[in-house]
T-cell receptor, first 113, second 113 residues
Framework: DVKVTQSSRYLVKRTGEKVFLECVQDMDHENMFWYRQDPGLGLRLIYFSYDVKMKEKGDIPEGYSVSREKKERFSLILESASTNQTSMYLC????????????FGSGTRLTVV | GQQLNQSPQSMFIQEGEDVSMNCTSSSIFNTWLWYKQDPGEGPVLLIALYKAGELTSNGRLTAQFGITRKDSFLNISASIPSDVGIYFCAGQRSGGSNYKLTFGKGTLLTVNP
């Protein structure tokens, strides 16, 4: 089975801190994605990557950046955390053609205080 | 970004009842997927549909790919308490990027024992 592993289940950070969320997948998938999930808003795409060192902005990239130095790892960076970035963050990966769907990690619940 | 219209937003049912939810769009889709998210976890793929009119079952779950290719339905029969969670539809749009899925906002299901 494909596994997508997010490094932390829960994080509490202070306003202004630089925050790194790490995601690793073990099935050689080309594509990786970062979403945030908020009640009533569904899944919103922050960034995605279709190859090493390649990235594209999603629907809500402001305040975030990403890094993909190796195929299996995709990092989400909050340059200066703010309270409105308190959310559930979900990483996902897929083959080149997504018609088999995305495989999601278990999520990181981030609280910014 | 575009999202699918998923309804209902939430449902409160008694154990043993059947459940129906659906997703609609103004666009044509090549693939429809249904996910379930348990509380505190990431979404997990339940059913994938690839052909207009296709009807697919997974245990007590049955999903259909609408004939117009603009909608999909998920039915859960004889609900049990562990069916609680958020159900998401997702689709791969015809003419869109083959790595991109569009998601509904989810249906929150609560089952009273």
């Amino acid at each position: 089975d494909v596994k997508v592993t997010q490094s932390s289940r829960y994080l509490v950070k202070r306003t202004g801190e630089k925050v790194f969320l790490e995601c690793v997948q073990d099935m050689d998938h080309e594509n990786m994605f970062w979403y945030r999930q908020d009640p009533g808003l569904g899944l919103r795409l922050i960034y995605f990557s279709y190859d090493v060192k390649m990235k594209e902005k999603g629907d809500i990239p402001e305040g975030y950046s990403v890094s993909r130095e190796k195929k299996e790892r995709f990092s989400l960076i909050l340059e200066s955390a703010s309270t409105n970035q308190t959310s559930m963050y979900l990483c996902a990966s897929s083959q080149g053609n997504a018609n088999y769907g995305y495989t999601f990690g278990s999520g990181t619940r981030l609280t910014v205080v | 970004g575009q999202q699918l219209n998923q309804s209902p937003q939430s449902m409160f049912i008694q154990e043993g009842e059947d459940v129906s939810m659906n997703c609609t769009s103004s666009s044509i889709f090549n693939t429809w997927l249904w996910y379930k998210q348990d509380p505190g976890e990431g979404p997990v793929l339940l059913i994938a549909l690839y052909k207009a009119g296709e009807l697919t079952s997974n245990g007590r779950l049955t999903a259909q790919f609408g004939i117009t290719r603009k909608d999909s339905f998920l039915n859960i029969s004889a609900s049990i308490p562990s069916d609680v969670g958020i159900y998401f539809c997702a689709g791969q749009r015809s003419g869109g990027s083959n790595y991109k899925l569009t998601f509904g906002k989810g249906t929150l299901l609560t089952v009273n024992p």
